[in-house]
């Protein structure tokens, strides 16, 4: 599993980006993905998370109503569409492999997510 996230940039406050994470290894159809992000000096923070069949979904309260996550299992993709951009939201954003097969619910858990892949920055600038 080689997990790659890109997209990121730098962006006005009130501004949108689009993350995409690709899986260069073996199809990741079977499992959850989440975003997570770790801005400067702070902890790694859960940002939302999608089961393997994309029917369910989790965010965190702080994202909420503006990001929102997708996945395409036969391109094998995962998005995060974030919109209404703050600036403490400045990190670098990173996807992730549940390690759970097929778990019905995705999870907050960060110590559940096994795969990391190599995460994209982005700057909101103020």
């Known amino acids: 599993v080689q997990l790659q996230a890109s997209g990121g940039g730098l962006v006005q406050a009130g501004g949108s980006l689009s993350l995409s994470c690709t899986n260069s290894?073996?199809?990741?159809?079977?499992?959850?993905m989440a975003w997570l992000r770790q801005a400067p000096g702070k902890d790694l923070e859960f940002v939302s998370a999608i089961n393997w069949s994309g029917r369910h979904t989790n965010y965190s309260a702080s994202v909420k109503g503006r990001f929102t996550i997708s996945r395409d299992n036969i391109k094998n993709m995962v998005y995060l569409q974030m919109n209404t951009l703050k600036p403490e939201e400045t990190a670098v954003y990173y996807c992730?492999?549940?390690?759970?097969?097929?778990?019905?619910?995705?999870?907050?858990?960060?110590?559940?997510?096994?795969?990391w892949g190599r995460g994209t920055l982005v700057t909101v600038s103020s």
């Open positions: 992730a492999r549940d390690s759970l097969f097929m778990a019905v619910l995705p999870t907050t858990l960060k110590e559940r997510y096994d795969y």
């Open positions: 290894g073996r199809s990741f159809g079977n499992y959850g």
